[in-house]
């Protein structure tokens, strides 16, 4: 598997560019389902999570959920105007509120692994030294 280091900016630029093709590639071949998704986005969160640089792990998180957003926007399913559009994604958001709690989780859970285990190999040569 890759192990690229994005930075805060990249791994957020990367979440919502693969959630926009998600949100396509649904639009596409599932008829705009957002079961199909919401259930995409839990990948995406994890490699956005994996990819982050270690400096930068409490932006995946907070990335996530704004990719979610952006991504759900196309297949909504809002009609009309702007307004209608806006009410498509509102309600699609309020709707399927439970793949965004999840994806983010998913990160937030990544994210605090990750930076444990930093601080554990931070910690370990110290105690090696001392010894």
Known sequence: MPRPRLTGLGGGLFACAAMMLVAGICWLLFG???????????????????WVRPADLITAPISVPIAFAAGVWPISGGSGGFGGQLMGLVSALSLHAG?????????????????????????????????
């Open 99 to 131: 793949w965004l709690y999840a994806g983010t989780l998913v990160a937030a859970l990544i994210a605090v692994v990750r930076k444990a285990v930093l601080i554990g190999r931070r910690r370990l040569p110290r105690r090696g030294v001392a010894q």
């Open 32 to 50: 705009s389902s957002i079961f199909v998704y919401g259930l995409l986005f839990l990948p995406v969160a994890a490699a956005t999570a994996l």
